[in-house]
């Protein structure tokens, strides 16, 4: 009642265009949501976010949903779930984005990429927790697990390093992984990846647990 009272007051509107959303829209308004730029990564096995990580064989496929544009919906969506507390956007992308690749797939376990525990407190959740479990909704029996590794470093923010530094910087950031991931065909999401050090560093870890296939997964890409 209360909500829909304030709601009346301020009626919520598109964080893109700013029209006025309705009932069954959520952050996004309906033309917003079909003109979502997205890459179509999983139908290039070689695309150029995939030939970040050819380093590491464990390594299967790795697909974007979104192009990444300075000031474009992406960013937008992005900015409200990591800076405005909305955390559900990242359950928004991920029910999208499942819904155009459950079938390319057949994972047994999402893994959100962690962050420090700091970072956790300071803004409240894992930006990347929503987006995991929106995609494993729309996969069979597949489990979140955000318990298996543990972000042990907080690295300063990398935006403005060269890109040599910037993999020196994230070494040792992460923790072992706590269990043996043999047979586990393990889906990693992210939310934005520029050079890929921080999350290759992380399956890098989960190769040395014995994973038997990673798959790469994040919300934008440049
Ligand atoms: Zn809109």
């Keep these: 009642m209360l909500s829909e009272f304030i709601s009346l007051i301020y009626p919520a509107t598109c964080l893109n265009c700013n029209e006025t959303l309705i009932s069954a829209e959520n952050f996004i308004c309906t033309a917003c949501k079909i003109d979502l730029p997205e890459t179509m990564d999983h139908l290039n096995s070689e695309n150029v976010l995939f030939q970040k990580f050819a380093y590491n064989s464990s390594i299967k496929s790795a697909a974007s949903f979104l192009y990444f544009h300075d000031g474009g919906i992406a960013q937008k969506l992005i900015h409200g779930l990591k800076y405005?507390?909305?955390?559900?956007?990242?359950?928004?992308?991920?029910?999208l984005y499942g819904k155009t690749i459950f079938d390319y797939f057949i994972p047994d376990i999402v893994i959100p990429v962690p962050i420090h525990k700091k970072k956790l407190r300071k803004r409240g959740y894992n930006q990347s927790l929503g987006f995991a479990k929106g995609l494993a909704s729309c996969f069979n029996n597949v489990e979140v697990r955000d318990d298996l590794i543990d972000r042990i470093k907080n690295t300063e923010t990398q935006t403005r390093r060269n890109k040599l530094s910037r993999w020196l910087n994230v070494s040792n950031i992460y923790s072992d992984v706590k269990e043996d991931l043999s047979g586990k065909v393990a889906i990693v999401v992210d939310d934005v990846i520029t050079t890929g050090a921080t999350v290759g560093m992380l399956c890098d870890k989960l190769k040395e647990a014995n994973v038997s296939a990673i798959h790469i997964l994040c919300m934008a890409r440049r």
């Design 84 to 95: 405005e507390g909305s955390h559900e956007i990242g359950n928004l992308l991920g029910e």
